[in-house]
């Protein structure tokens, strides 16, 4: 099969040997929710004695460690061969198996990036009082391999999404429930369905409009639902038909991804052109002589012609003269200095960002002008 043929659909089996008939190197993204292995060998009641809706599906019961073990490996391995050389993994789990994936993913080969935790906005409690509330559960974000260079990870995107502060690897977000959650026959459709929102962050963080996302536990198909809403692609596999009857009949609900692919994609610094502060002082935006502020004001450079800073003795670009006054290895000088607009101190950035905006379109206006 090629992936074409299978793209946005879902696969009917056991996930390892679907794995094995996939297409090489073809998923950008991989998101997995595994069964937990949770070991339960009893009922859960809460204290007025009515009985907690637990997990207690065929399909989380191994016979031992070693069992849930030799599983593990053989889909992370199915899973590993059909990413892409620059794609990334999801490993979503609990207490009772996280650790343990892990350690196998390590020892095949992937390179772990983050430990992501999500904090549950409304977890269940300890209905016994013997332990502590189980309120978070552990996502693994890993690349293929360690001496992968590229990935997707967009953090402009996660930082607006955050209010524009640097997304923290602690996510606080409600549990699946209410009219999010599917029902069958007026009870849960899946024991463990996930919140879309959930779905929604790691795909924003790390796939691109487009991109392919392959989800080997596909259950009831959240990450499908999110992809289509977001404009990428996917591929589920799933090996219980009442799942997938429910995945389809959800997917096939959402309109989908309208055709503005900007309203998918949160540009990147990398995206914009290259300004200088030469290229502001060109432009007329500085002069030679100002004066540039860092370090809530305990700290000041002046502008060179060449576009340098010239601080406490030391002269160089806008970053290493940044560097200089904090004493640090690299400073980020955009972000760093400050000038005085009207007496009033604004980023530097904005005058990079007012430069794109306003000079740049107006180059490529001109160079357009006699050209065949």
Not at 45 to 60: F, G, L
Not at 200 to 206: C, G, K, P, T
Not at 323 to 335: E, F, P
Not at 346 to 368: C, M, N, T
Request: proline share 4%.
């Amino acid at each position: 099969m090629t992936i074409h043929e299978i793209t946005n659909t879902i696969l009917e089996g056991d996930c390892i040997q679907l794995l094995d008939t996939l297409p090489e190197n073809s998923f950008d993204m991989i998101f997995a929710d595994p069964p937990y292995f949770l070991q339960l060998d009893r009922d859960l009641y809460r204290p007025n004695q009515t009985k907690v809706d637990s997990v207690d599906e065929a399909w989380d019961r191994f016979d031992s460690f070693e069992d849930y073990d030799n599983f593990t490996l053989r889909w992370l391995n199915g899973c590993r061969r059909a990413m892409k050389d620059d794609a990334t993994i999801w490993v979503i789990g609990s207490y009772h198996n996280i650790f343990r994936v892990g350690k196998i993913m390590q020892d095949i080969g992937f390179w772990i990036l983050n430990d992501v935790i999500w904090v549950k906005a409304n977890p269940m409690p300890n209905f016994n009082g013997v332990r502590f509330t189980n309120a978070h559960e552990t996502m693994i974000w890993a690349k293929k391999s360690r001496g992968q260079k590229r990935y997707t990870f967009n953090y402009q995107a996660m930082k607006m999404l955050n209010g524009e502060k640097q997304m923290r690897s602690d996510w606080e977000l409600p549990i699946c429930s209410g009219s999010e959650r599917e029902r069958n026959g007026g009870g849960k459709a899946h024991p463990t369905q996930k919140p879309e929102s959930l779905l929604r962050r790691a795909i924003l963080a790390s796939t691109n409009p487009g991109d392919i996302i392959l989800d080997p536990f596909f259950g009831t198909g959240t990450t499908g639902a999110a992809a289509k809403k977001l404009g990428r692609n996917w591929v589920g596999l799933e090996r219980n038909a009442e799942y997938i009857a429910t995945a389809r009949s959800r997917i096939d609900s959402i309109s989908g991804a309208l055709p503005d692919r900007e309203l998918y994609h949160t540009p990147s610094r990398r995206d914009f052109p290259r300004v200088t502060l030469g290229n502001l002082i060109e432009a007329g935006y500085l002069h030679e002589g100002d004066l540039l502020c860092g370090g809530g004001g305990k700290a000041s450079a002046k502008v060179c012609a060449d576009g340098s800073l010239i601080a406490d003795g030391f002269r160089g670009s806008i970053h290493r003269a940044g560097a200089h006054v904090q004493s640090a290895r690299q400073c980020n000088g955009w972000v760093f200095w400050n000038y005085s607009d009207g007496g009033e101190l604004r980023p530097l950035d904005e005058l990079r960002e007012k430069y794109v905006r306003e000079i740049i379109p107006a180059d490529s206006e001109k160079q357009g002008e006699g050209s065949v």
